[in-house]
């Protein structure tokens, strides 16, 4: 069983920073593909990136291309989602998802197990 938990989420002003973090609870910790969701009321879950603990690989969306920063450190298992020059449309629940035994991550990658989530609110 996956566990994860969610933190670093909070209010900000547009053109702020945020750095949210995902700790993995698991008995093994190895070839996970690690994402990050995103979901605002009434619009559909939003990938916005992912990362391959098995050799760092990422990718992200086009709509956080260069503002955002996927990133592990495999000692603590936490993945950090790092992003800048937010904007107000981009308030949401973020989630942390896993799936775990894989060999590569991409953006088509089907997540099994997902975190509570961690509110961002971004203020004009």
């Known amino acids: 069983q996956v566990q994860l938990v969610e933190s670093g989420g909070g209010s900000v002003q547009a053109g702020g920073s945020l750095r949210l973090s995902c700790v993995v609870s698991a008995y093994t910790y190895s070839r996970y593909c690690m994402g990050w969701f995103r979901q605002a009321p009434g619009k559909e879950r939003e990938g916005v990136a992912g990362?391959?603990?098995?050799?760092?690989?990422?990718y992200d969306a086009d709509s956080v291309k260069g503002r955002s920063t996927i990133s592990q450190n495999n000692a603590k298992r936490t993945v950090y989602l790092q992003m800048s020059s937010l904007k107000p449309e981009e308030t949401a629940m973020y989630y942390c998802?896993?799936?775990?035994?894989?060999?590569?991550?991409?953006?088509?990658?089907?997540?099994?197990?997902w975190g509570q989530g961690t509110q961002v609110t971004v203020s004009s």
């Open positions: 998802a896993a799936d775990p035994w894989r060999d590569y991550c991409d953006r088509y990658t089907k997540y099994t197990d």
């Open positions: 990362i391959y603990t098995g050799d760092g690989s990422t």
